[in-house]
C-alpha cells in the first residue's frame, strides 16, 4: 500500500493559520470581482439558480453550457414549475448538454423540495448533499455562494490550481491526496466572502491556471506559487496514466409498420 504524506501545499509553513492566508484570500476575491466571466447566474443569491447552473456545468464547460443554463431557467423559472413539469419535457430542453442523468436528478430533487419541504430549498451543504444529484463539491458550491457558509470546493480547475500552488509532486487522483486537498480548501475557504473565494478559485483555474499554456504572468497569486517558483508549471499537477477508452459497436434499429415508426429512446 503506497503511503502519501501529509501534505501542506503552501508557503510559508504558517500560510494557513496567518496572515499569509488572509492575503491569499483577498488576492483570489479581489480577482475574482474583477475578472469572473460575466454570466447571468452570477451575482445571484437564488439557491434555486445557483443549483441547475452549478449542475449544469457539472463536466461542461462554462461557454458550451451558458445557453443551456438561460433556456432552462427561462422555462422553468422556480423550483414549482421544474417539479410541475413532465420529465419528458425537462430531457427535451436539456438535449444537446448531455449527461441526461443531471436532468433527472434536478426533477427529481425539485419534486423532493416541493412534495417533502413545502417548497422550502436546503439551505446548507448538509441538507445539500441529501439531494439527488448532489455530491460533496455541489453541496460546497451552493451553500457558500447562496448562503456564505463556508465550506469548500474541490473540481478539476481546483486541483489544478492546488498542486501548482503547493508543487505538487504525488498524482492528484490518489484518494489520500485528494481528501488532503479537500482539507486544505476546508481551510482557505474560512473568512469573508466564502462564496466569492470557492468561485474565485475555480475561476483562475478556468481562465489563468489552465492545463496548457498557462498564463501565469497575469495570476494574481503568482507570489504564492512553489510550481511557478521551481519552473515545474508545465508539470503540474501530476495524473495517473488513462486507460484506453474501450470500442464498442452498437446495432441500433428503426421499425417501421402501416407508416408509423418504433424506436427505443
Known amino acids: 500500500m503506497t503511503r502519501v504524506r501529509k501534505i501542506r501545499l503552501l508557503l510559508p509553513a504558517d500560510f494557513c493559520e496567518g496572515a499569509p492566508r488572509v492575503a491569499f484570500r483577498r488576492r483570489i476575491i479581489a480577482w475574482f470581482r474583477r475578472a469572473a466571466r460575466p454570466v447571468s447566474w452570477r451575482g445571484t443569491k437564488d439557491p434555486y439558480r445557483v443549483w441547475i447552473a452549478e449542475i449544469a456545468l457539472q463536466q461542461t464547460r462554462v461557454e458550451q453550457g451558458t445557453p443551456y443554463i438561460e433556456r432552462f431557467l427561462d422555462r422553468f423559472p422556480s423550483v414549482q414549475t421544474l417539479a410541475a413539469a413532465n420529465l419528458d419535457e425537462v430531457l427535451k430542453l436539456w438535449e ?153 459497436e452498437v446495432v441500433v434499429a428503426a421499425i417501421l409498420k402501416n407508416g408509423r415508426y418504433l424506436l427505443g429512446k
Not at 503547493?166 to 492528484?172: D, R, V
Not at 495570476?219 to 506559487?225: N, T
Open 96 to 248: 444537446g448538454l448531455g449527461y441526461y442523468a443531471r436532468a433527472r436528478h434536478l426533477h427529481k430533487a425539485a419534486c423532493c423540495i416541493v412534495r417533502e419541504r413545502d417548497g422550502r430549498m436546503p439551505a446548507s451543504a448538509a441538507e445539500w448533499i441529501t439531494m439527488p444529484g448532489v455530491g460533496r463539491y455541489t453541496a460546497g458550491a451552493i451553500a457558500s455562494i447562496a448562503f456564505g457558509e463556508a465550506v469548500p470546493v474541490l473540481d478539476g480547475n481546483v486541483k489544478r490550481v492546488l498542486a501548482r500552488l503547493g508543487n505538487l509532486g504525488e498524482s492528484i487522483d490518489n484518494a489520500a491526496v485528494e481528501k488532503s486537498l479537500w482539507e486544505e480548501m476546508t481551510t482557505l475557504v474560512k473568512g469573508a466572502a466564502p462564496g466569492d473565494f470557492n468561485q474565485g478559485m475555480m475561476e483562475l483555474g478556468a481562465q489563468i491556471c489552465t492545463p496548457r499554456a498557462p498564463r501565469c504572468l497575469d495570476c494574481p497569486v503568482q507570489p504564492h506559487c512553489r510550481a511557478h517558483a521551481a519552473g515545474t508549471v508545465a508539470d503540474r499537477p501530476v495524473r495517473k496514466k488513462k486507460a484506453a477508452t474501450p470500442h464498442h
